[in-house]
Nanobody, 126 residues
Framework: QVQLVESGGGLVQPGGSLRLACSVS????????IGWFRQAPGKAREGVIC????????YIGDSVKGRFTASRDDARNTAYLQMSDLRPEDTAIYYC???????????????????WGQGTQVSVSS
């Protein structure tokens, strides 16, 4: 059973940075497609960045291009979402998700991910 635990959320001022972590257990990270999603109040869930285990299939949402990057530390079995130049519209609950299907990264749609973390709140406000 794959389990995901996010951490690193919080309150940050506009223009600031945060790094979210997604600790994975129950499978090794190098076999998994990892997706980062977010959901703001009253809005649909949005795919932020999704990457296949080998990074050959990657999706980056238009709203975060040039500001957010995804990375992995296979030794720690942890995935990261580095967020820079944060804006108030980035405020949301952020989730990491995992699946063994590599092409899930191309679509970056939550319906293709079978395992989810509990989410972490990111708030951007002055």
């Amino acid at each position: 059973q794959v389990q995901l635990v996010e951490s690193g959320g919080g309150l940050v001022q506009p223009g600031g940075s945060l790094r979210l972590a997604c600790s994975v257990s129950g499978n090794t990270l190098d076999y998994l497609t990892i997706g980062w999603f977010r959901q703001a109040p009253g809005k649909a869930r949005e795919g932020v960045i999704c990457t296949s285990y080998d990074f050959t299939r990657t999706y980056i949402g238009d709203s975060v291009k040039g500001r957010f990057t995804a990375s992995r530390d296979d030794a720690r079995n942890t995935a990261y979402l580095q967020m820079s130049d944060l804006r108030p519209e980035d405020t949301a609950i952020y989730y990491c998700a995992a699946d063994t299907w590599g092409d899930a990264a191309k679509y970056c749609d939550g319906v293709y991910f079978g395992h989810w973390g509990q989410g972490t709140q990111v708030s951007v406000s002055s």
